[in-house]
């Protein structure tokens, strides 16, 4: 009892549900080795006795809880109301203005992330960060559809090989003015771990606070067209070689190349950046330098330095492995400052070109934008693990418990944040990420958005079985986050699929964040099993058929999907149990669509079907509405299939008709098939402006 003590007072579980009425305890020396990374020593009965009378000291002699949330319009955070009588408090505000503040004066203090100081009359004082939020984020006033993208799998005639943010930029416009569409949801962009082969996945990125130059549009950089005469005939053979990777993709059944279309854009770049910029734009790239500061400087010199070392920071020499003595380093070596001063450029751009395609969005009348994703973590050999070693958990991975999905549990490679080092530092990693995500954003999809309240820790070389929960202060990430996304003025969609502890959803739902409802997971569970009624849909929700851990619409339609998992060895079951179930379950839906009126053409057509499907998302009460892009021309495969690696090419398929065939944009655009399913949604002037 003793150790499940302490290890509660640091929000570590020693024992969880995984279902209903079922308790798994979790082994001791996970729970040792999880306080050992919190630097909490456990190690024996005495050491455990120590720590937790080190921690109940602390937790009755400290006056203020490590953050201190203050919702606009609610009372005053309870924990308050256990200060002495005659506490005084004082608030330093952001912006440096300092104010006595009691929590009866109706006057709070102004919202922000601010100090905030006790001073008890025993003489004893405490100091915490105050995070005043507003009580709810913005809400679509109305129905809004959109498109889910892949941005990579979308080629068109001018893009290198993949999608890139030209493309983004041109599909925003189009999707808006011709088809009402509210907004464009996009995979995430965020910088990828450096060096070939690159992890195509955009799930494990390098960091997650700045994008990643692959996706450049060329051609659209202003220097792009000063590049010297001298240059010139280079310049000439990377745009044929541009050319050639992506005819390749469109023409010649070639994956999407990653590494390729990097190596050709970055000699690019480096052609590019012989030119000076202009006074104007020089002035813009130093208000970028000076407005992300350190945090950019230390991705530069990760990238920089990465190139040189390589990307395993933790077998740099040992002057490089702290960002504060490498950047020592890098003044005295003048080829490493330029590249720094490179990859920061490169970062620049990027910026820029994401800011175009947002103000393409917002001028083709989307009531939204663009919907930028937010993945779960960062990959452990990545920028964001070198330069924020402190906030991360020292040989944790983040995963999954197992469950009737998935009876090993999941280990997904991802170091979490330490939830006592963002206390610590009043959740500054997290504002920074989330006020560089929300820079170009009209809304953000938090990827496993009960991340928020607590993740599943595995240990360094244990399996997922054996790890345990690890609980984070879900009042002050909710607080920060929609504190951020309103000053943005942006919406926030949670992907809350899976395992949900119970109240997560309605603490979401009360802040105003939306969840993900996917038509085929959204059954009466409480009741018969049967599918659930449109009407008793939730309205905070983005409705959708599919996303791109599933399959196409079509392959779900038509079984296609069962077949690809039983050629790749992954049904759980025998091949012709798993057809009857699968047939069974589509058949249901089928025969319910019928019923409600919605499938008018008759059972048996696949492109009808797949109409059916979204005319039924149209009669919930769902805020947002997600078309999955492939599901509009008929494409049967899957993006990605979890639980493989190379045995499927994830990641890394452009969009294709029903036949296979690779689809350009412009070809996207002109399809009957598409068009016969966008025009359900009403066109131009469907979407509705967001409203607070």
Known sequence: MTLARLAEL????????????????????????????????????????????????????????????????????????????????????????????????????????????????????????????????PQPPERVHGLLVQLYSVLSARSWGMGDLGDLREMAGWAGRTHGAGFVQVNPLHAAVPGAPVDPSPYRPSSRRFPDPVHLRIEEIPEFGYVGPEYRAELDAVLQEAGELRERVLNKGALIDRDAVWVAKRRALELVATVPLGPGRRAEYCDFLAEHGRALEDHATYCALAERYGHHWRDWPAELRDPRSAEAVVRTDGELAALVDF???????????????????????????????????????????????????????????????????????????????????????????????????????????????????????????????????????????VLEAHRAGALVVGEDLGTVEPGVREALERRGVLGTSVLWFERDWAGDGRPLAPERWRAGCVATAT????????????????????????????????????????????????????????????????????RFLLRT????????????????????????????????????????????????????????????????????????
């Open 343 to 481: 990859h920061c450029r490169l970062a620049w751009l990027t910026d820029r070109q994401l800011g175009a395609a947002s103000r393409a969005a917002r001028e083709a009348g989307m009531a939204v934008g663009v919907v930028h994703d937010l993945a779960v973590g960062v990959h452990p050999d990545g920028s964001d693990a070198w330069a924020g070693q402190d906030a991360f958990a020292a040989g944790m991975s983040v995963g999954a418990p197992p469950d009737a999905f998935n009876a090993r549990g999941q280990d997904w490679g991802l170091p979490p944040w330490r939830p006592d080092a963002l206390a610590a530092s009043g959740h500054a990693p997290y504002r920074g990420l989330l006020r560089g995500m929300l820079r170009h954003a009209g809304a953000l999809r938090i990827d496993h958005v009960m991340g928020l309240f607590r993740l599943w820790w595995v240990p360094e070389g244990r399996e997922p079985t054996e790890g345990t929960y690890v609980r984070y202060d879900a009042e002050a990430m909710l607080a920060v986050l």
């Open 10 to 137: 640091h929000g570590v579980a020693t024992e969880y549900a995984p279902s209903e009425g079922v308790t798994v305890r979790v082994p001791d020396a996970t729970v040792v080795t999880v306080l050992r990374a919190l630097d909490v020593d456990a190690s024996t009965p005495e050491a455990v006795a120590a720590a937790l009378a080190a921690a109940e000291r602390d937790a009755r002699e400290r006056l203020l809880p490590a953050t201190l949330v203050l919702w606009r319009g609610e009372p005053a955070p309870r924990a308050l109301d256990g200060l002495p009588p005659g506490t005084a408090l004082r608030v330093t505000t952001e912006d440096g203005a300092r104010l006595d503040w009691s929590p009866d004066d109706p006057s709070a203090p102004p919202l922000g992330v601010h100090r905030i100081e006790a001073q008890a009359p025993d003489g004893r004082s405490s100091r915490s960060t105050l995070v005043v939020a507003p009580e709810r984020l």
């Open 547 to 614: 996303t791109h851990d599933l399959p196409s619409t079509a392959a779900r339609l038509t079984g296609e999907h069962v077949e690809l998992r039983h050629r790749l060895g992954l049904l759980p079951g025998e091949l012709g149990r798993e057809r009857a179930a699968d047939r069974a379950e589509v058949a249901e839906w089928l025969g319910y669509l019928d019923r409600l009126g919605l499938l008018p053409e008759g059972i048996g057509d696949e492109e009808a079907e797949v109409r059916a499907v979204h």
């Open 621 to 692: 009460p769902a805020r947002m509405v997600g078309i999955w892009l492939p599901d509009a021309v008929g494409d049967r495969r899957p993006q990605n299939l979890p639980g493989t690696w190379d045995q499927y090419p994830n990641w890394r398929l452009p969009v294709a008709d029903a036949s296979g065939r690779p689809l350009t944009l412009d070809e996207l655009a002109a399809s009957p098939r598409l068009h016969r399913l966008l025009d359900l949604f009403g066109g131009p002037g469907a979407g509705a402006r967001t409203e607070g």
